[in-house]
């Protein structure tokens, strides 16, 4: 499905509207959408909302030879998924251009800048070593996704913790949750991408939305960490233009800024869940019914529903009348089909069970008084002889 | 065997929904079950690929996202699943040479899973607003190892001493069944009871849907 | 579950009691027309879409469902998007399953020689001539009679926003007042296609924008809360300009 072109009309308007200094939805022009993280219930799984915009990370790891060149250091994978959830146009199946840069972009952001402390997921030097994997998943497009995902796989990262090993020679020891405790990942610094668009009158806006990209002449994306430490830097014409000026320079104090306390908020969040974690004996504890509203029009919360079922019943299909006056019908119903069942069996079952049946009907006028489980109880126990 | 009374009690997770989730989708829902949670999203009618066009029918096409790694078979199953499903309860007659995608995102897994992406594609069906013969509702539910007790709506903790798990769907119009999946060993008198505890149990997804379209349909 | 007029319905619900008003005078009983979201199986009538139902007299039966991709239906006005001009016809996008043709002849005072000045991009506001299942969808920007009437190409001064289908309907809804709140106090221009598309143009960037969020906003306020809605922009409105 191609995507739905881009008019004349909101072309005119966008640029009117960045020329003018406002934007489609009422923000300044390097004023931020802003973010919401909920964590799943594994480690290192979080779902982040960029405004519209929405990724899913999760980290997951397992044991690998390491490569030859780093015998002593652990691999990290980023795969950036580009599914036709997050907009029509995108393809399943094969990854696209798009879902390439930006899996490019967050290794320059998270892998190269050596942010993840590699050696210390080293087991047997040359032999196993931890291999990170990071799969994002983007399930709503409506721009900067390079942003939503960089604050996902941050998050994902500090959230995360690895099982505990213990390597005795020959052997390892991977530990269960219930044995050791889970480790954190070892993280030295803490990059965010923090992205810009140009516009054609040369006004720059931050965190741009869909139609904005589709509008902008050039792009620009910053990977900062909270030590104002530039980490990775992407520039890019999306048209012909000369118009685009010197941006970097002229940004990149605000993004610093914004990237601090970016990470500063990112940080309190995977504190507050991973201590409420740690304070509770079961760590299941899934954020994600957080992410849903209570009062909005279009979603419902709804409580344990607690039913009582009718219970089956082979003779059901015969008889429904039957079945409904009392118990002890019940038991000749059943004996009735069990005696169709096992017409082969001696005769002598059926006379067995009849007499039992019988016994039963007497016992059930009997406890009619009592309780029902109880009551309950001695039919099982009948039942039972009869097998 | 048979136990003689007449009723039990059995629980079902929490069910929790967002519709219209996603900006980007003709039909959004994000669905949970407990902690099982699916996001769905519908795209279509809309053009489709001359390969997979169908001249007298809507072509239907899932994807199922998982979410680490890349789809595995298991995952396949679900989109085949989940096809045949929806195939059954949309009328596929009246959009001729057009195609709808139908997108699932796996979010978490406690259990489940199966019948938590029937829902929530069924829900985002009918926020897409295409139209249906019926909805369909799916629920699961295990044979306990030892007791053999039929447990509904199981989540991970209970399904770790399952002897056997099922997945069925059912139409809304006579509760019949649209899919039926199950794993392990049982025997046809368990599997019976376990049909039937789940057809009555399909009622309340029924009411469930019915709630959440009563909500915002006054205002929409 | 059967059900009647006025309740939320769900596909596969079965209607009650359809009956058609038998007019004095008349011996013929008149027929019973099924609208969107209903159709008949046998004897029986099913509801397929989610929504409420509703009944229009004489014996008209719709089902009101919320949904934002469209399908095209005959007669109705669009907002569309040229994407290509080829031979005779431009394709045009209205965001359904196929591109819509627009004849070059079918404009107000179009000629072999006298063509319509129309770029891939520019918007128009045209009617639907064919729309059928198995067929292309066919646009016109005349009427009947040959004339424009306000159908056209719309100008690029303006902007264009997406909604859901619903929204379309409710704010085109005789009885819903936004339009007219929205109106007394500014000025704007307006097209809303049926296909979930709205052009909107007012005086200055910032009353679009507010126009425009309004109509957005719209999507979950009932008709009575509109009157509040508008004041709050009008409010914000002030404070900008």
Known sequence: MREVPLTNCERNFVNKCIEEETRLDGRRLLQPRPVKIYFGSKWGCCMVSLGHTKAIAQVSCDIRQPKTFRPNEGTIYINVELAPLAAQHFES?????????????????????????????????????????????????????????????????????????????????????????????????????????????GNTIMDPTYIEERVGVAELTLGMNSYRELCSLHFDYLTKTMTVEDVISAVSNH????????????????????????????????????????????????????????????????????????????????????????????????????????????????????????????????????? | MVEEDTEIDCVLRPMNCEINLLSRSDGSTMFMQGDTTIVAGINGPMEVKSQKMAYDKLSIEVTYTPLTGPAKVDDRLIETYIRESCESAILVSLHPNTMICINLQEVQDSGGLLACAINASCLALINSGLSMKFTIAAVSCMIEKETGKIIMDPDNTQLKNAKAEFTYAFDSINKDIVCCHSVGRFSQSEFLASVDKCKQVSQFIFDFYREITKKYANTV | MEVSVGDVVMPGDSLKDIKSTKKEGKNERENVILGPGLRREGDKVYVCKAGILKRRDPAVYYVDSYQKRYIPSRGENVVGIVTQKSGDIYKVDVGASEQATLSYLAFEGATKKNRPDLQVGDVIYAKMLVASKDMEPELVCVDSQGKENELGVLSSDGMVFTCSLSLVRKLLNPECPLFRILGRNQAYELAAGMNGRIWIKARSVQETIAAANAILAAEYTVASEMQKLCARIEKTLLLVT
């Open chain 1, 93 to 201: 199946g094969r990854q696209s251009e798009a879902a390439i840069l930006i899996s490019r972009q967050l290794e320059k952001c998270f892998k190269d800048s050596k942010c993840v402390d590699l050696e210390s997921l080293c087991i047997v030097a040359d032999k196993k070593v931890w291999s990170l994997r990071i799969d994002i998943n983007i399930i709503n497009h409506d721009g900067n996704l390079i942003d939503c995902a960089s604050i996902a796989v941050l998050a994902a990262l500090m959230h995360f913790h690895r099982p505990d090993v213990t390597s005795t020679g020959e052997e390892i020891i991977i530990h269960p949750a219930s044995e050791k405790d889970f480790l954190p990942l070892t993280l030295f610094h803490y990059p965010v991408c923090v992205s810009f668009i140009t516009f054609e009158n």
């Open chain 1, 255 to 387: 993004a610093a800024n914004y990237a601090t306390k970016l990470v500063q908020d990112i940080k309190e969040a995977v504190a507050k869940d991973v201590q409420s974690r740690y304070k509770k004996d079961d760590s299941d504890t899934s954020r994600f019914k957080e992410s849903i509203q209570t009062n909005k029009i279009t979603t419902m919360i709804s409580d344990h529903i607690s039913i009582k079922l009718q219970k089956w019943d082979e003779t059901m299909i015969e008889d429904h009348a039957e079945i409904e006056n009392n118990n002890k019908s019940c038991i000749i119903k059943h004996e009735e089909g069990s005696a169709e069942l096992i017409s082969v069996f001696d005769d002598s079952i059926n006379k067995e069970e009849s007499f039992n049946s019988t016994y039963d009907s007497d016992s059930d006028n009997q406890c009619l008084e009592l309780s029902n489980p109880e009551k309950k109880h001695i039919i099982i126990d009948l039942v039972d002889d009869s097998d």
